[in-house]
């Protein structure tokens, strides 16, 4: 039993036979590459989780403290992501519009969102407390 869950655990981590993960391809993909939507969605989600890390590390440094905070997250977090896909994946026209989707945008946000809370507070507590 305990082989089985770990040859399941093995196979759920790696990309499909044929297909390179998602940021292999995104870091080492030519543009021209084509991308299926379940992994700009997957790309989208991982952009937003490191964005949340980055900004809850930086404010908490920085002393960034109320609304401030939140809404310069929101914005960031929700302009960065389709901004770097349409320049790394030279997304045009109705690809482009796709991942400036109400559904992209809120794809991964909560997830990040937390992680960037709680980033946040760790940070601002350990350096200004």
């Known amino acids: 039993a305990r082989e089985r869950e770990r040859a399941m655990a093995d196979a759920s981590s790696q990309a499909p036979p044929g297909r390179p993960g998602v940021w292999r391809k995104f870091f080492g993909s030519s543009r021209t590459q084509a991308w299926a ?3 700009m969605a997957t790309l989208v989600h991982w952009l937003r989780q490191v964005i949340g ?8 440094l920085l002393g960034i403290r109320g609304y401030t905070g939140f809404i310069l997250y929101v914005l960031l977090s929700i302009s960065t992501v389709p901004a770097i896909c349409s320049n790394r994946l030279s997304l045009e026209g109705k690809r482009l519009g796709e991942v400036m989707s109400f559904e992209m945008a809120k794809e991964g946000f909560l997830p990040a ?3 960037f809370m709680v980033t946040w507070i760790m940070t601002y507590t350990a350096v200004h407390a």
Do not use: P, T
Request: hydrophobic residues 65%; proline residues 0%.
């Open 37 to 39: 939507m379940d992994e």
């Open 53 to 60: 890390l980055s900004l809850g590390i930086a404010w908490g």
């Open 113 to 115: 969102f937390a992680l």
